[in-house]
């Protein structure tokens, strides 16, 4: 309930607003003003990610050609076959190693996506954690620091004091049920 109301609160901050332009102005259209700072922060967060992950796909596809290739030219050196049958089995056979780095490659862009997020998911706990530590623990506001939802945060925060990395302060919230319980009746 608690994200939807954000979601509502979020889309009434980001709704454009219609303003008609008079006769008497050179332009007769509907203009409509956006905010410019909440939509460039969006963007700018949307290219970050996606140049980090860019960057890690290419790095991963460099590392994996260049390990199909040393794979492949091991394959071919060590694993020759007996005999050829006929000219295209040579053929075949001397173009093993581009077969190796393809799906070298493939792999490699794989890794390195899944290494940009495990890293992504490293760099927040550790955030997380330090920003705890300065007794910033309201999930909201580590969530408006870091651009991030409150859930996201507060998954961070179970998995950080599941490990014990962090100590978050123990509150009985049956005690205040039954108090706020208590107060109702």
Known sequence: MESCAEAVGMMEKFEPTIRRVGPDSPSH??????????????????VKGGVEYAFGM?????VGWLLGWYGGNVYVKYFEPAYFSDLNELRHWSLMPYYFTGSGAIIGVVAGAILIAVINSKLLSQTVASLFEKKVAEPQDIGRALGKSERQIRRV?????????????????????CACKANTY
């Open 29 to 46: 259209s509907t203009s409509i003003n956006v905010p410019i700072v909440p939509l460039f922060d969006w963007l700018l967060s949307f």
């Open 157 to 177: 925060i179970n998995k950080l004091a599941k490990k014990g990395e962090i100590v978050r302060q123990k509150t009985n919230f049956s005690e205040r049920i």
């Open 58 to 62: 290419h790095i991963g596809f460099a």
